[in-house]
């Protein structure tokens, strides 16, 4: 948490004005749901994926996948 609030305090202090800090502000956001997403989406594909092996499931691979949203790319991983 203390990173994305200086990142926020750098694009504060360095913008020349309000309206540059209003799009990297945006930016910013953007890129932090993004990889929130993923990391949830990750997450729920492991739990997923104990659950299934729990009832004899096993697992041919993992895979990279990414899908683009609105607000940008959003990576995680999936398992086959």
Do not use: C, P
């Amino acid at each position: 948490m203390d990173k994305i609030i200086s990142k926020i305090y750098e694009i504060l202090k360095d913008s020349a004005n309000l309206m540059e800090a209003e799009e990297n502000l945006s930016r910013l956001m953007h890129r932090f749901f993004a990889d929130a997403l993923g990391k949830v989406l990750s997450q729920l594909n492991e739990t997923i994926k104990k659950q299934k092996q729990g009832e004899g499931w096993k697992v041919e691979r993992n895979d990279q996948r990414s899908i683009q949203f609105l607000f940008g790319t959003v990576t995680f991983t999936r398992t086959w």
